[in-house]
């Protein structure tokens, strides 16, 4: 049985994972009614991929005899400036989820709870790529900045990206 000092945690980052999902769908979104497919498209996998962190949070939940609750999921600013705000915002986002992951591993250690270190180390692990996948936009978009001829083909490369399910059954 997880205590439930740990289960809160998790519960809150089920929120935390599916509001990333909500985020990333608008910014997809904003990226679509420009005309950039490729970008909304790297934005819209990146959605699928938070539904599925949340979601693999709440199947541990169970697994652990505990109750996944559901909470009320903000509603994410729906206007951008530009690709290159979003992508500022994605890296700041990200850095901020780690920072979330990080507590939940700090807490799970220090209610000895190996069981759950184990399992939250995968996002520990997942977020050095998600923050330096980000990082690696964030810059290339601030060098791009709104030249279409440089952002085209950073559109057609990112059109690419395709959903892999992290947790397949
Ligand atoms: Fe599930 Fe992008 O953190």
């Given at each position: ?11 809150d ?5 599916y ?6 769908l608008?910014?997809?979104a ?10 909304a498209?790297w ?14 949070i ?7 005899g505990?109750?996944?609750?559901f ?9 951008y ?49 998600e923050e330096a ?8 978009f ?12 950073l559109?057609?490369q990112?059109?690419?990206?395709r959903?892999?399910?992290p947790?397949?059954?």
């Amino acid at each position: 049985m997880i205590k439930d000092s740990l289960a809160k945690a998790l519960n809150d980052q089920i929120n935390a994972e599916y509001y990333s999902a909500y985020l990333y769908l608008t910014m997809s979104a904003y990226a679509d009614r420009l005309g950039y497919k490729g970008i909304a498209n790297w934005l819209g996998v990146q959605a699928k991929e938070e539904l599925a962190h949340g979601t693999h949070i709440y199947h541990y939940l169970l697994e652990r005899g505990a109750a996944p609750s559901f909470q009320d999921i903000k509603a994410p600013q729906v206007s951008y400036g530009s690709l290159q705000e979003i992508f500022e915002k994605v890296l700041a986002h990200e850095r901020k989820v780690t920072e979330l992951v990080n507590r939940i591993a700090d807490l799970a250690l220090n209610e000895k709870d190996h069981a759950a270190y184990h399992f939250i180390r995968w996002y520990v692990d997942e977020q050095v790529e998600e923050e330096a996948d980000a990082e690696d936009l964030a810059l290339k978009f601030s060098r791009i900045g709104n030249n279409p001829g440089q952002l085209y083909p950073l559109d057609a490369q990112l059109g690419m990206r395709r959903f892999t399910d992290p947790f397949p059954v």
